[in-house]
């Protein structure tokens, strides 16, 4: 079985403070992390070091999650990255055709994970520890302090004014 530490995951997330708390859960639990801010950045990083696998926001502009798969599937190179899907607008008018096409898209292809925002950390790295079958160092668990879990919960639970001023506060 392969370590965490041999894997390199990529997060795809437009939303700053999500794409680092996701980057922030992976690398603590001992993978290697990349980020990309949309689907058009993510293949110029998959091309360049194609991921273990990829976590992926649908909603997003220039290219979203479900154009961003199709062009992986239709690549013979890179048609079986492994993609979690995590999506704040499961269940809302925004996000309903996305995940309508991503729901007809995924039948054809596995593995299929879809993570619902806010995304947790341990329920993460479990997820990405079943599709790549490796072992972390480490449970995440051991590795975070009660205080740092305790605000890495109330980030993924913040809306966008607050996510601000923690930013600024911390910046200080």
């Known amino acids: 079985m392969a370590h965490?530490?041999?894997?390199n995951i990529l997060v795809v997330d437009d939303e700053p403070d999500v794409r680092s708390f996701l980057a922030a859960c992976i690398e603590d639990a001992g993978f290697s992390v990349e980020t990309a801010v949309d689907g058009?950045?993510?293949?110029?990083?998959i091309e360049a070091n194609p991921p273990d696998l990829m976590t992926l926001?649908?909603?997003?502009?220039?290219?979203p999650g479900i154009q961003l798969m199709c062009k992986l599937r239709r690549n013979d190179k890179w048609a079986n990255i492994p993609v979690i899907v995590i999506t704040a607008h499961a269940h809302d008018?925004?996000?309903?055709?996305?995940?309508?096409?991503?729901t007809a898209f995924a039948m054809r292809h596995r593995p299929r994970y879809t993570i619902e925002?806010?995304?947790?950390?341990?329920?993460?790295v479990k997820a990405i520890r079943e599709i790549l079958d490796v072992e972390v160092d480490e449970p995440e668990e051991k590795t975070l302090t009660n205080e740092r879990a305790a605000i890495k919960n109330m980030i993924?639970?913040?809306?966008?004014?607050?996510?601000k001023k923690i930013r600024d506060i911390l910046n200080k």
């Open 156 to 163: 993924s639970v913040s809306d966008p004014e607050t996510l």
């Open 4 to 7: 965490a530490s041999e894997k």
């Open 40 to 45: 058009i950045e993510a293949l110029e990083k």
């Open 117 to 124: 925002k806010p995304v947790t950390p341990a329920r993460l």
């Open 93 to 102: 008018e925004f996000g309903r055709d996305d995940i309508e096409k991503f």
């Open 57 to 63: 926001d649908l909603v997003m502009p220039r290219l």
